[in-house]
């Protein structure tokens, strides 16, 4: 029994060491030449798992066209939801606004964040894909026939009105 107990014991693993030595490595990715095209916000353990599941065709990239705003590009996997694929989108526009406030910057004056009350958004938008409105959040990706490079619109969602 004591055997048991010691083996268990040396078996353990260190959680913070494992973090720090990721941590190592990871920033010695960051000067690999095949890694130059990732962004420094972007390289993290979850995304370049995420793009290596991308290139081996374990994941999709979805571009989602917002009209005359730049298009944004979500890497998720396939067995994702729609609900899922909100929060990735809600996430990937955060990351743009903190970025372009971060590039406006004035020191005299003090940039007001502006709060975007995302369940009003959500009853007013919606994803469409293939000219069907994409309302159902617990539906997957692969349910609704995504495939790699998807795109998708965002577009206002138009309901029936209860009289």
Excluded at 35 to 63: H, Q, R, S, W
Excluded at 77 to 92: E, G, R, S, W, Y
Excluded at 122 to 147: H, I, M, P, Q, V
């Amino acid at each position: 029994m004591e055997k048991k107990e010691i083996i268990k014991k040396e078996n353990l693993i260190d959680y913070k060491k494992c973090k720090e030595e990721l941590k190592e490595i990871l920033e010695k990715l960051k000067h690999e030449t095949f890694l130059k095209d990732i962004k420094e916000e972007n390289f993290n353990l979850e995304y370049i798992n995420l793009l290596y599941k991308y290139e081996t065709g374990n994941a999709y990239k979805i571009l989602i066209d917002r009209g005359p705003l730049p298009t944004i590009e979500i890497l998720i996997k396939p067995n994702a939801t729609i609900l899922d694929l909100k929060h990735q989108f809600v996430k990937q526009l955060n990351k743009l606004y903190l970025n372009n406030n971060n590039n406006n910057k004035d020191n005299s004056k003090k940039i007001k964040k502006n709060f975007i009350n995302w369940t009003y958004v959500w009853k007013r938008y919606c994803f469409s894909y293939n000219g069907t409105r994409l309302t159902n959040d617990k539906l997957t990706l692969k349910e609704a026939g995504f495939e790699r490079n998807t795109k998708l619109q965002f577009k206002k969602y138009l309901y029936n009105k209860k009289r």
